[in-house]
């Protein structure tokens, strides 16, 4: 069965901290690795990742995906109180399923 | 606003009783997800549908059952209704029928069964 697992669950920071949010998969036909965002309720897409060692970047946030160790980390620079959101990793298929981790709840106190 | 919309926003029910939640998708969009999202379980894939017909199953119990109509559409029936079932129901639609590519969340549905 397809596994993704988050680390750690649950993080606070003060703002301007930088954190790294860690997620692990055992997909079978791993095609893609995907970061959503998720504040009051719908999740929100933040990046999409393929290849191996390639850094996707928006703004403050940034993802690579390692391959090799069935990994992927989510790394926030500068928080913000704004930052704070469940941090959802998915491991997607090549025949159309995503498996979600359990998520890491991330609070960033002023 | 991502473009899916989820109707009802919250749903309390009693046990043993039949619901359906609505989603329309984004505009363009052909494939429609369903994932089940509780305290515990975290998000759970149920179900997809692609143009009309089911592409792939997930974790979705027999009770459960999910269509897509002509105009895109979907809906999730749940019967036999069991407090366990109680989580927040979110509809997900893309261009694509793969469904490991970025998808748009609705708001969802707040299930309560009492």
């Known amino acids: 069965e397809d596994k993704v697992v988050q680390s750690p669950l649950s993080l606070v920071v003060h703002e301007g901290d930088t954190v790294t949010l860690n997620c692990s998969y055992e997909v079978t036909n791993f095609r893609s690795l995907l970061w959503y965002k998720q504040e009051k309720k719908a999740p929100t897409f933040l990046f999409m990742l393929?290849?191996?060692?390639i850094e996707k970047k928006s703004g403050r946030l940034s993802s690579i995906l390692d391959k090799k160790e069935l990994s992927s980390i989510l790394n926030i620079t500068a928080t913000q109180t704004g930052d704070s959101a469940i941090y959802l990793c998915?491991?997607?298929?090549?025949?159309?399923?995503?498996?979600f981790g359990q998520g890491t709840i991330l609070t960033v106190h002023p | 606003d991502s473009g899916v919309t989820q109707t009802p926003k919250h749903l309390i029910t009693a046990t043993g009783q039949r619901v359906t939640l609505r989603c329309s998708p984004r505009?363009?969009?052909?494939?429609v997800y369903w994932y089940q999202q509780s305290l515990d379980q975290g998000l759970q894939f149920l179900i997809q549908y692609y143009n009309g017909e089911e592409r792939a199953k997930g974790n979705i119990l027999e009770r459960f059952s999910a269509q897509q109509f002509p105009d895109l559409h979907s809906e999730l029936n749940l019967s036999s209704l069991e407090l366990g079932d109680s989580a927040l129901y979110f509809c997900a639609s893309s261009v694509a029928p793969r469904g490991d590519e970025k998808l748009f969340f609705g708001s969802g549905t707040q299930l309560s069964v009492l």
């Open positions: 393929t290849s191996s060692g």
């Open positions: 998915a491991g997607g298929t090549s025949y159309g399923k995503l498996t």
């Open positions: 505009s363009g969009d052909l494939s």
